[in-house]
C-alpha cells in the first residue's frame, strides 16, 4: 500500500493553482477541511495599485469531496501532475467564461464543485474526459 502525506497532496494542488494565473502580486490559497467536504480557494491580483487595499483581486472556491481528494493522493506523480493541469484548466475556463458574459462587471470570483471525472488519471480505465 502506498503511503503519502495528505496535507502535502492538497499543497501540490494549492500551488498548481496559484501559477495558472498571471498575478502581479503573490496569489494566496488557503483550504479549509470541513470534514467530508474540503475547499480550496485562490485569490490573485489582476490590477495592482502602490495602495495595496486598490488592487482588484479575483478569486475562485473550488469544492470537493474527501474522497476525490484522497483518490487523487493515491495516484503516482505523473498522475497527479495530470489531475493539477485538468483542474487548472477548468478553473481558467470558467473564471474566462465568466468575464466574457460579464466584461464590464466588477464581479471577478467564481465557485466550481468539482466532479468525479477530475480525479480521475487516463490510466484509469474509466476516465473520459469532459469538454467545458
Same mark, same amino acid.
Given at each position: 500500500?502506498?503511503?503519502?502525506?495528505?496535507? =502535502? @497532496?492538497?499543497? %501540490?494542488? =494549492?500551488?498548481?493553482?496559484?501559477?495558472?494565473?498571471?498575478?502581479?502580486?503573490?496569489?494566496?490559497?488557503?483550504?479549509?477541511?470541513?470534514?467530508? +467536504?474540503?475547499?480550496?480557494?485562490?485569490?490573485?491580483?489582476?490590477?495592482? &495599485?502602490?495602495?495595496?487595499?486598490?488592487?482588484? @483581486?479575483?478569486?475562485?472556491?473550488?469544492?470537493?469531496?474527501? %474522497? =476525490?481528494?484522497?483518490?487523487?493522493?493515491? &495516484?503516482?506523480?505523473?498522475?497527479?501532475? %495530470?489531475?493539477?493541469?485538468?483542474?487548472?484548466?477548468?478553473?481558467?475556463?470558467?473564471?474566462?467564461?465568466?468575464? =466574457?458574459?460579464?466584461?464590464?462587471?466588477?464581479?471577478? +470570483?467564481?465557485?466550481?464543485?468539482?466532479?468525479?471525472?477530475?480525479?480521475?488519471?487516463?490510466?484509469?480505465? &474509466?476516465?473520459?474526459?469532459?469538454?467545458?
Amino acid at each position: 500500500m502506498k503511503t503519502y502525506d495528505f496535507d =502535502q @497532496r492538497i499543497e %501540490e494542488i =494549492q500551488l498548481a493553482l496559484a501559477h495558472e494565473f498571471d498575478s502581479p502580486r503573490r496569489p494566496a490559497v488557503s483550504f479549509l477541511d470541513t470534514g467530508d +467536504a474540503l475547499v480550496l480557494n485562490i485569490t490573485w491580483v489582476i490590477e495592482s &495599485h502602490p495602495d495595496t487595499t486598490l488592487d482588484k @483581486r479575483c478569486a475562485a472556491t473550488l469544492r470537493a469531496t474527501r %474522497e =476525490q481528494f484522497e483518490r487523487y493522493a493515491k &495516484h503516482d506523480t505523473a498522475q497527479r501532475r %495530470e489531475i493539477q493541469q485538468r483542474i487548472g484548466a477548468r478553473v481558467r475556463s470558467c473564471f474566462e467564461a465568466s468575464r =466574457q458574459s460579464q466584461p464590464e462587471s466588477n464581479e471577478c +470570483a467564481i465557485e466550481l464543485v468539482l466532479d468525479d471525472e477530475i480525479f480521475n488519471a487516463e490510466s484509469d480505465s &474509466h476516465y473520459r474526459p469532459t469538454l467545458s
